[in-house]
């Protein structure tokens, strides 16, 4: 009886203890996100009551071209982004992986842009780099080749912002610095003993046994791309011709520029949508995840 009334006590004791995440997570996730469901099927300018208009805002989105150079913008930016961020982490994570001294310097330094690469500071700082007269464009015409209109023209532009992305990879690089770190050092012998470069062990003992690393940063860095907002937002403004009017800043203008808060929530819940469906598909392919026992 004494056992039990203990164990009951720390349960009440757990439960308090998580109220504050519980009440955070109901009050600015869960709450947010149902009342988006229900905006999406209503017409809701934020002044006046929402008024219920079924599925008009879903086919109203089927039909429009806004929509449509938006989802195009942001898949070119996510292939853009992505696989060059992962890539470039993976790259630093192996060079930083050895054991020379001073090397933690080094991990710190590759790290920082991560910890201020979101900021709007940085934003407004890459804007005046990329401009016709900044900095890039200087360095360029010092060398002898011509300034490039950056921020001017579509591709170029969203060329720019994922730049901006791919510098702050510290995040992923320290997770593959993680895994990379955790290889056992007897398989990387054998290799060597089995007459393996350094390359080939890379390739046949390190990537196998970091694809669950690999597979976990494939997911955030796309979650986390589909919903960048502040370099489109702050560099380009989703111009120009809106070749850089990524979904987030499509969202954002929909709800808060033109007050059409019902047309934003369906926008919202269908790139919810389609982040859960791209994840369901990463799930169901993703054989090649070697899982450790």
């Known amino acids: 009886m004494i056992g039990f009334k203990k164990d009951r006590m720390q349960q009440n004791i757990g439960l308090i203890l998580i109220l504050p995440w519980l009440f955070g997570f109901l009050a600015f996730r869960a709450f947010p996100l149902l009342m988006a469901l229900y905006l999406s099927f209503a017409q ?31 898949i070119r930016y996510i292939i853009m982004t992505v696989p060059t961020r992962m890539l470039f982490a993976l790259f630093i994570a192996y060079i930083l992986s050895s054991k020379v001294k001073g ?4 991990r710190s330094l590759y790290y920082v842009p991560s910890l201020m690469g979101g900021s709007v500071a940085i934003a ?16 360029l015409t010092f060398i002898g080749l011509p300034a490039m209109p950056w921020l001017s023209t579509p591709f170029l532009a969203l060329f720019v912002i994922s730049i901006l992305s791919v510098w702050q990879f510290g995040s ?3 997770i593959f ?24 062990a890379f390739w046949s003992v390190i990537i196998p046994y970091i694809t669950p690393v690999i597979f976990f940063n494939l997911m955030m860095n796309l979650i ?9 937002f702050i560099i380009t403004a989703g111009g120009p011709f809106r070749g850089s009017y990524l979904m987030s800043l499509m969202i954002y203008h929909t709800g ?17 949508c389609t982040i ?10 993703s054989r090649w995840v070697n899982y450790q026992d």
């Open 44 to 74: 809701y300018n934020i002044i006046s009551p929402p008024i219920f208009v079924g599925l008009e805002n879903f086919r109203n989105l089927i039909r429009d071209i806004i929509f449509h150079e938006s989802a195009i913008a942001s």
């Open 103 to 106: 090397i933690g310097f080094f």
């Open 124 to 139: 407004i700082l890459w804007a005046y780099m990329f401009m016709q007269n900044g900095l890039v464009n200087n360095m």
């Open 172 to 174: 992923t690089m320290v």
């Open 177 to 200: 610095l993680a895994a990379l770190k955790g290889v056992p050092p007897t398989l990387l012998e054998a290799a060597v003993v089995d007459g393996a470069s350094r390359t080939r």
């Open 224 to 232: 986390g791309a589909f919903q960048e907002f502040n370099s489109a």
């Open 256 to 272: 808060f520029t033109h007050l059409r808060m019902g047309y934003s929530s369906a926008l919202s819940w269908v790139m919810f």
């Open 276 to 285: 859960a469906i791209i994840t369901v598909i990463l799930f169901k392919t």
